[in-house]
């Protein structure tokens, strides 16, 4: 079963919109990751963030992290056509590391 | 800027038959990996490698297998290969089997 998934199979924005990928994991984490995955192209990590952080940031993308609730959320600003892709959390099974448990992914498409 | 090799980028065989595929990757990390990613985006991890030794190994039919010949070399072979092998076939590394994972381009394979 998926320990990690987002919540949208889909989103579609216009360019210089700002939208919100949301996902819930069902283990005790000790970091949560969001991939992004091009066409074509293997995922590419955008941001990690840890069990004891509840925010992350880098350039236009923002993730949230909420223990109590078992769910995290990636939030891209000022959104452009290049950040069409599918993004994925993904999940450790807590300390025994090793093994990543990626969500379904949610396909992302801008537009102009 | 790739840092994780994979060939062959796209494979057509028939059922039956064997194929192997490889992987290199030049980040000096000691864990990899081999993911499947199916039809739907959804990927799964099947094997992973530390320092040459096995150390994750999921359900994954018998007629896969994974090949170590050092700790930058990860190669994959499917004896025998079915239809529901069609998938790309992506490769990873990270360093101490933690956090942060680099993928490669992936191998699409397309079984007849």
């Known amino acids: 079963s998926q320990l990690a998934e987002e919540n949208s199979w889909a989103l579609s924005v216009h360019e210089g919109e700002s939208v919100t990928v949301n996902c819930s994991y069902k283990t005790s984490i000790t970091a949560l990751q969001w991939y992004r995955q091009k066409s074509g192209k293997g995922p590419a990590q955008l941001i990690l963030?840890?069990?004891?952080?509840r925010e992350k940031r880098n350039g236009r993308l923002r993730a949230t992290l909420d223990t109590s609730s078992q769910s995290s959320s990636l939030s891209i600003t000022a959104t452009r056509c290049e950040d069409t892709a599918v993004y994925f959390c993904?999940?450790?099974?807590?300390?025994?590391?090793?093994?990543?448990?990626f969500g379904i992914g949610t396909l992302l498409s801008v537009k102009p | 800027e790739t840092a994780v090799f994979q060939t062959p980028n796209y494979h057509v065989t028939q059922v039956g038959n064997e194929v192997s595929f490889n992987c290199k990757q030049t980040l000096g990390h000691d864990t990899m990996y081999w993911y499947k990613q199916d039809s739907k985006k959804l990927l799964k991890i099947m094997f992973s490698y530390n320092n040459k030794q096995l150390i994750v190994n999921e359900t994954v039919p018998r007629r896969f297998s994974p090949q170590s010949s050092d700790k930058a070399h990860l190669n994959l072979r499917i004896k025998s290969v079915e239809p529901e092998d069609s998938a790309v076939y992506l490769c990873?590394?990270?360093?101490?089997?933690?956090?942060?994972?680099?993928f490669g381009p992936g191998t699409r394979l397309l079984v007849l």
């Open positions: 993904a999940t450790d099974y807590g300390s025994s590391g090793n093994k990543l448990i």
């Open positions: 990873a590394s990270s360093y101490r089997g933690r956090d942060t994972q680099y």
């Open positions: 963030i840890r069990s004891n952080e």
